[in-house]
C-alpha cells in the first residue's frame, strides 16, 4: 500500500469539517469540470448516512500546514461498494494512497460481515482525471458506464404544463415530507443509485436554505405518484437545479415524470434562473437519460464509473 507524503496527515472527519471538506472540493470540482458542483447539503448526507462510520470509513489528509488536501469515503450501494477520493488539484497524488486504505476498508466490512466476494466502484472524469484514471486501472478497476451533468438554458417564457384531468402537479405541502421521500426511495430501488438512509437520516441533511416552493408532487386521482426535489447546488451559478425526481413504476410511461420537470423549468424561470441542470445514470432503466435530451438538455460533462470484483 502507497503512504501520503512526509509531513501530511490523517485524520476523521465530522461535521464541523464540512464548510474545509466543501472548500476543497470546489477546487477539485474546477479543476475537474470547470465548476463547483457540490453542496454542503451533499457532504452532511455521505456523514450521515445509514451504514456510514466516519470514525473508519473515510478519512480526511491536511497537508503540514494543516490545509485539508484530500477526502475520501466509502458509500454503500446495494450490490457495491463506491469508493470516493477527492484531492485538490495543487497537490501531487494523493488518490493514489486514498484509494488503497478506502479498498482495504472494504475488504475488511466484508470479511467481518462474512462475505467471500465484494464489488468495488469508482468513478473519475475523463480527459482532466486521466492520472486518477490509470491509478484506478492499475488497481484492477474497470470502465462500465458512465453519468452525465445534464444542463438547459432557460429564456424565461417557460410555463407549466396543463395536466389531464385526473393528474394534479402542485407544491409539496410540509406534512407530505415522509411520503415525498418514501417515493423516492422506492422510485431509485431498482436502480444503480438506490437511496439508503431512514427518514430521520434525511431529516438531518436538510440544512440551510431549502427552496421548499420548488419540491413537487404529482397526484393520479388523488393518489400521490411522484416527485421532483429541487436544491440550492447551482444556485451561485443562478440555475435550478433537480435533485431528485421519480414515479412509481405503476404510473409510469403517461408523461408525469415531463410534466414535473417542466413545472420545474417554470419555476425556476420565474425566479430568473438562467438555466437548469441535473444528474443521470446514461444506463438508468427508466429512460431518464433519453427524456432529458427531448427536453433540450445537453451534458455539461460527463464521469466515468469503473468497477472491479475481489475476492475477500
Given amino acids: 500500500m502507497s503512504v501520503f507524503p512526509t509531513g501530511f496527515t490523517t485524520a476523521r472527519p465530522h461535521l464541523d469539517d464540512v464548510p474545509e471538506i466543501l472548500t476543497m472540493l470546489h477546487a477539485s470540482d474546477i479543476a475537474t469540470i470547470g465548476f463547483p458542483d457540490f453542496d ?35 458509500e454503500d450501494g446495494d450490490e457495491e461498494i463506491f469508493c470516493e477520493a477527492y484531492q485538490h488539484p495543487d497537490e501531487a497524488d494523493l488518490q493514489s494512497t486514498m484509494i488503497d486504505l478506502l479498498t482495504a476498508r472494504a475488504v475488511r466490512r466484508a ?19 486521466e492520472r ?37 402537479i402542485r407544491v409539496m405541502r410540509p ?37 421548499w416552493d420548488e419540491w413537487l408532487v404529482c397526484e393520479v386521482d388523488g393518489e400521490m405518484a411522484g416527485v421532483l ?7 451561485d451559478r443562478n440555475e435550478g437545479w433537480v435533485r431528485t425526481l421519480g414515479v412509481l413504476p405503476a404510473h409510469r410511461g403517461r408523461g408525469l415524470a415531463r410534466m414535473l420537470l417542466e413545472t420545474a423549468f417554470s419555476i425556476y424561470a420565474e425566479k430568473g434562473r438562467v438555466a437548469v ?21 445537453k451534458p455539461s460533462y460527463v464521469a466515468n464509473i469503473y468497477k472491479q470484483t475481489v475476492t475477500v
Fill in 229 to 235: 426535489r429541487s436544491s440550492n447546488q447551482a444556485l
Fill in 40 to 74: 454542503e447539503s451533499q457532504v452532511t448526507e455521505v456523514l450521515t448516512a445509514s451504514g456510514f462510520d466516519p470514525e473508519a470509513d473515510s478519512w480526511l489528509v491536511r497537508d503540514p500546514d494543516g490545509r485539508l488536501v484530500c477526502w475520501g469515503y466509502l
Fill in 111 to 129: 470479511r467481518e460481515k462474512g462475505m467471500t466476494e465484494l464489488r468495488l466502484a469508482a468513478g473519475a472524469v475523463p480527459g482532466t482525471e
Fill in 277 to 297: 441542470g441535473l444528474g443521470v445514470d446514461t444506463t438508468n432503466p427508466t429512460g431518464a437519460y433519453r427524456l432529458y435530451e427531448s427536453l433540450g438538455m
Fill in 132 to 168: 486518477y484514471i490509470g491509478v484506478l486501472a492499475e488497481r484492477g478497476f474497470l470502465f462500465t458506464t458512465q453519468h452525465a451533468r445534464m444542463s438547459r438554458p432557460l429564456d424565461g417564457d417557460e410555463k407549466a404544463p396543463v395536466p389531464p384531468e385526473d393528474v394534479v
Fill in 175 to 211: 406534512e407530505e415530507l415522509r411520503q415525498f421521500d418514501d417515493i423516492a426511495v422506492t422510485t431509485f430501488k431498482d436502480t444503480a443509485h438506490p437511496l439508503h438512509r431512514s427518514f430521520e437520516e434525511f431529516q438531518a441533511t436538510l440544512t440551510g436554505e431549502v427552496p
